[in-house]
């Protein structure tokens, strides 16, 4: 990746005036500031998912300050969506330009109405990060609709297959309209148990990773397979992880045939290279690479869902570039650290008609811009390379804890910053992460009982070490 070779520039640190450490300095988080705010928040919405409230004038850097004054080393950064940290001065520069200003409040709907310079920014800004092989990009707002309308490409990308240079007969655009087939064809995407793919309705059917995000949805006959499952350290259970790949593989193999039967073809495979929200659960480059072959084999699309993983936190900008697959993915989605949504793909993907997909703002010139700015600090700062440096001390410094604290902690797993360990139970994990808030360190939850970092891209070493000094006083005192 072209962003991985970069000029060392001078250190964004001496300009931002970040914290040295965290400080906290009420008894509870959320503070008596937080629990106020969120009363006057709840008379008018849901906040129940609410841990406090930041005050974002003060927060700089790796550091994230509540309305109470607590300052807390965030290595969870707004659920892996804060690639520069807070306040970091080109970004605020951004916006000084009239140029920019203009295109900021004039918010096009850039399916019908785009500015003349839209067509340069794809071009010299996303798709100068574009996976290799796919030539074209499709943008969106986030992450779920990213997914939404990535199936939606699959499934006009199959029907075509089977098309071919016929049109729409009137059976089709008649059936459509009452959502029956032939217009309304019976096709499916295959999913993995505990991936997450987002909460709009077609994403939320590939969504399997907490029950609360499903329950009272109605939702699709679709097929699910199991998602490996490895025991840790990799390096000493290689020949039962390989057994653990091939049994997963058999059963998309197998789903896909019973869904054939069953009417209802598998059109795409969504699946996340680490998943997310459902544990940081890892596979090996061999099942990804043998996943592309059976999707070839049946003719699926293979969709790779980067909007947590894309943008640099692995180590690489895409986490598939690990896999050395064949061939590039067909799809690969992104949001998050990008500011904006979509999907990258090729021609066969781009629907011949207008108006197949579509919305009224089709992504944002506005986050663009922020996102130009973004990608010449990664390439000047060489912020690829501190992640495998910074990750590489805080893995490192996980696995000592695990040692130290066996009763507490096992199975530390990731790439580049993109981490995470597993504790005992949920109760634990949950304890845990509760006590480090109070000795400054934002950290969340995946899965059943993981421990997730996500840290900014300029999280350096210093700062692995005050996390793991942190953490230790913690584990000590349970």
């Known amino acids: 990746m ?35 705010l969120n009363k006057q928040l709840g008379k008018i919405q849901s906040t129940g998912s609410i841990q406090y409230f930041a005050d974002y004038d003060k927060s700089k850097g790796n550091y994230i300050q509540d309305v109470d004054g607590n300052i807390l080393l965030d290595v969870f950064t707004q659920i892996s969506s804060v690639p520069l940290g807070y306040n970091h001065p080109r970004l605020l520069n951004v916006f000084k330009d009239d140029k920019n200003i203009k295109t900021l409040v ?7 109405f785009p500015g003349k310079e839209w067509p340069d920014k794809l071009q010299s800004i996303l798709m100068q990060v574009a996976p290799k092989g796919l030539n074209k990009i499709t943008t969106m707002m986030c ?28 059976d089709e655009m ?47 006959d679709w097929p699910i397979a199991s998602f490996p499952k490895y025991k840790y350290p990799l390096e000493e259970n290689v020949a039962e992880n390989k057994k653990e790949d091939e049994k997963c593989l058999s059963e998309v193999a197998d789903l896909m045939e019973v869904y054939k039967k069953k009417g209802k073809p598998v059109a795409g495979v969504i699946v996340e290279p680490i998943q997310s929200e ?45 896999f050395n697959l064949e061939s590039p ?19 066969d993907f781009l629907p011949n008609e207008p108006y197949r997909i579509f919305n009224t703002w089709m992504g944002d010139p506005g986050k663009v811009i922020i996102l130009e700015e973004i990608l010449k600090v990664i390439k000047e700062e060489n912020l690829i390379a501190n992640v495998q440096n910074s990750g590489k001390v805080l893995k490192d410094g996980l696995l000592k804890l695990e040692k130290e604290f066996p009763n507490l902690l096992n199975s530390t797993r990731g790439r580049g910053t993109f981490l995470a360990v597993n504790t005992v139970d949920g109760k ?31 999280f350096k070493e210093n700062h692995a070490n005050i996390v793991l000094d942190r953490m230790r006083k913690v584990l000590k005192n349970l």
Request: net charge positive; proline share 6%.
């Open 428 to 458: 634990v994990r949950d304890t845990i992460i509760t006590n480090m808030k109070l000795n400054g360190i934002q950290t969340g939850g995946c899965g059943e009982n993981a421990i997730r970092f996500r840290p900014t891209l300029v």
């Open 143 to 170: 992450g779920s609709c990213s997914n939404e309308n990535a199936f939606k490409s699959i499934f006009i990308w199959y029907q075509n297959k089977l098309r071919g240079s016929s049109k729409f007969t009137q």
């Open 106 to 112: 004039n918010r096009p709907a850039l399916g019908v």
């Open 278 to 322: 459902g544990g940081d659960n890892e596979a090996s480059p061999e099942f990804f690479q043998n996943l592309q072959k059976i999707c070839k084999k049946n003719g699926s699309a293979l969709l790779i869902d980067e909007v947590q993983t894309g943008g640099g936190s692995t180590g690489k900008f895409w986490c598939h570039e690990y």
């Open 329 to 347: 993915p067909d799809v690969v989605t992104f949001s998050k650290k990008l500011q904006l949504g979509g999907y990258f793909h090729n021609d």
């Open 2 to 36: 072209h962003l991985i070779s970069g000029i060392n520039s001078a250190k964004f640190f001496s300009a931002t005036a970040e914290p040295k450490e965290p400080v906290v300095c009420t008894k509870t988080i959320p503070g008596p500031k937080s629990i106020e």
């Open 174 to 220: 008649c059936s459509c309209m009452v959502n029956m087939p032939p217009g309304s064809p019976e096709l499916s995407i295959l999913s993995f148990h505990g991936a997450f793919h987002g909460r709009t309705l077609g994403s939320l059917a590939t969504t399997h990773s907490k029950y609360i995000h499903k329950l009272d949805i109605p939702s699709f």
